[in-house]
């Protein structure tokens, strides 16, 4: 899948995020806030998410991989402080809790809708 069909494919999950997870707002409007929030997101995924991989690893493995969300919550936190600072557009994170529901919907919308678009 190219870099722009991954992009729509975030950017669906994070306004899906949105719509579901109480403590995740837009700023800036709903699909803005997605699309700037999805834009960090998928730069951070492939630059700074394989990092905090690898150190997790002794973490990821003492929990039965539990602390894997705990990495990824910690990347949406950091996109949406990101895209809300640089942007003016984003998307505001009220807790830890929501952070991880939030990266879980995440996660799973973004499986479902990028196995409906298929890849390359």
């Given amino acids: 899948m190219s870099f722009i069909a991954r992009w729509v494919v975030t ?15 837009p700023v800036g409007g709903t699909w803005v806030g997605a699309v700037f929030c999805s834009l960090v997101l998928a730069l951070l ?3 700074v998410k394989p990092v905090l991989q690898a150190l997790a690893i002794p973490f990821t493995i003492a929990t039965l991989g539990i602390f894997y969300l705990v990495v990824n919550a910690a990347v949406l936190e950091l996109a949406s402080w990101l895209s809300r600072n640089i942007f003016h557009a984003g998307i505001a994170i009220d807790s830890l ?15 479902v809708v990028g196995g409906i678009v298929g890849d390359d």
């Fill in 97 to 111: 809790f929501s952070a991880i529901l939030g990266a879980i919907v995440i996660s799973v919308v973004s499986s």
């Fill in 11 to 25: 950017t669906i999950a994070c306004a899906v995020a949105i719509w579901l997870v109480p403590g995740i707002v």
């Fill in 45 to 47: 995924n492939v630059t």
